[in-house]
Each structure stands twice: as C-alpha cells, then as structure tokens.
C-alpha cells in the first residue's frame, strides 16, 4: 500500500481544524483509503472496525504519490467531502451517533484555510511535525469532553492498569512494576467497573502534551493521563521517588474516574489502603468459602519485575478464627493463573488446581511446575 505524500498533509491538515470537535458518539475516527485508478469491479470497503472507526475505500485519480503537488491535495479534499456522506450507509448494530450535518458544515468552512499552490502546501509542510503533535492532544481533549458529558454504563469489570512512560527505558523502575501490580490486584478485588473496557492505561510524561500522545484505538482498553516532574525524581530518594510514582497514578486514576463516571468510592478506597499499607503490603490472589473454612491464596509483589512471588494459603476455620499458613509455591504473577484456576474446599483438603488450557499445560512444563496443589486441612491449621 502506498502513501501519497500529499494526502498524508491533507489529513494532517482536516485533523487540525477538524478533530478538536465533537461529531457523535459512534466513530471516534474516520478511516478514507484512496483507490488511485480502480479496476471497474473493485468493490469498496465500507463498514466498521473495532467499533470506533469508520473505514470507507473511494476511488481516487491521484497524479504523483512522492511529490507534494497542490493538484493531489485538492483533488483529495473534495473526495473527503464524499466519503463524509458515504458514513450513515456503513452497517451497524447500535443507533447511529453521526452529526453528519455539523461536519460537513465545518468542513466547508475550513476550505478558506487551505492551500492554495505547491509553494503554500511545502510551507505547511514545513510545519506538519509540529502540527501533527498538537493535533494528538486535541484528539485526546476531544475524547475525553465527549466521555465526560456522554456518560456510559458500567458493564465490565477492571481486571488490570499498566503504565507506560515517556521517559528512558526503566526510568520509574521498579515502582512501575510494583504499582501497577499492586492498582491490578486491587481495583480487581474491588470489582470497580467501567464502560467497556478491562485493562486502564497510564500514560506519563514531564507535560500532559507528551502524555496525550498516546491513545488507544481498542475498545478493551483506555488511557489515562499524569505528569511527573523528571529532575525532581532523580534527585529524590527511593521513598520519595515510589511516592511519586504513587501521587502521578493517582492522578491518573482519577482523571479517568472523572471523564468516565467511574466508581469514585470504590477507587478512592484502593488509594487509601495502598497508601495506609504501603508497597510491601498483602495482596489476595483469590479465595474460596464455605460454611466452615475461608480460603485464600496470598502474596506481595516482588520489588524486582520479573522476580517470582512467593505465593501461600492461607485458611481460616470460622467458627473458631483459627488460621494457619502453608507456602504453594514461587510463581510469576503473570503467569500465576496458569498454577492457581480453581480452589476447591474438600472434606479433608484444600485442593489447587491449575487451568486445563493448552497454554497453560505449556507453560506449567516449563518451569516444572505441578497441575495441582493439595493440602490436609488438619495439618495448615496446625501451623
């Protein structure tokens, strides 16, 4: 597939007078592929992908895809025109949300803006990288307006945050690791839930401009945004720099819990015990109940990623709160699943069982470890 360098400023330059304006909730996107000189049966794709975007295929007739030429450009915009139109065809399950009307209107009003020969297209073009960069955050503002006074339901359950920085590699080591584990563990106990996604995004930078230049076109997850300040960082000591770290998802969670109507109860509940319990604090894994034992299965994460935690049951007799604790075994969290599926409360024992899956069969054999795990319940609570 190849790039026509000047549609390629042709969207640089709708993004910029375009994409910092709400037009409805169904596509946050407008996907135009351009079929230079088509065969006569070529037929033209014209549907949804992820639920966010609107892909439309629209024959072109381009003259020089290297050369920046005010010819191609023009030609371009008026075919957007067209594809603009072509929108309300694409086929959907849901009720369509496009203000169809309203961008058209704007994008009759942009014409004046445009270029209007070679020379005053490779003066934009002298811009674009700069152009391209603000355009970023106003499609983020743009987004995160249209979450906030477009509130959805809550229908998925939060099973997991990752943080990505704009910084050196392993700059925030490793209390990105260690927050991030500890924010997935508890948002999930929690079971905080949002519209439509599982996993929040923590994207970080010294300016919410470098931070916003990260977005996500899944649907399965969202971003969020922070700022931390680098120099002050370096110069501070382990607990200062793992409370930063701390104070910048914070803010990040909130955000979204903000412009996403999320359940701020839930979360500034998960706030208070990490900062109450600090990094070295108890996470459950899972559990299981019965009328006469309380199962769990507990760790901390480790301060080194990719160090292995140390996981143990722990069981609890109700009647008379007796507890004992026996190790499992040292797992990798990721993979923890794989070793920890189900937990099943016997007469005598408590048994462990792996999932059935064939990755995880896999996985087990790697690193040798067993399919299940079983322990006498007499014997735990005598520890």
Known sequence: MERNKSLSLLETFLNEHLIGDFHGLTFECLLIRFINNPPKKKKFKLNSLYKTIAQIEIEGNFTDNVRLNVSDFQHGFLKVYEAINMVPLIEINEKLDFQKDKLLADFKNIVQFAPQ??????????????????????????????????????????????????????????????????????????????????????????????????????TWNKYTYSTLNLSQYKKSDEEGKSKMVFNTMCTGLRLIADFDHLEKEKIEGVIEYIDRNGIDTELVYANAKNKDYLVEIIYHVPKIHLTKAEFKLRLTEINTNSTGIVAINNLDIDYAPYSIGTIQIKKNEIVIKGRKSLRAEISRDIDKLPSEYRFNIYEVLKR
Do not use: M, W
């Open 117 to 218: 020969t070679d020379g005053e297209l490779k003066d934009y073009a002298c811009k674009e990288e700069e152009i391209r960069y603000l355009n970023t955050v106003k499609r983020v503002d743009c987004l995160i307006n249209s979450y906030k006074n477009n509130p959805r339901s809550l229908n998925k359950k939060v099973i997991g945050v990752r943080l990505y920085d704009h910084f050196e590699r392993d700059t925030l080591s490793p209390y990105s690791y260690i927050y991030s584990q500890l924010f997935s563990n508890l948002l999930r106990r929690a079971e905080v839930k949002s519209p439509d996604y599982e996993e929040i995004y923590f994207s970080i930078a010294e300016t919410l401009e470098q931070a916003k230049q990260s977005f996500a076109f899944e």
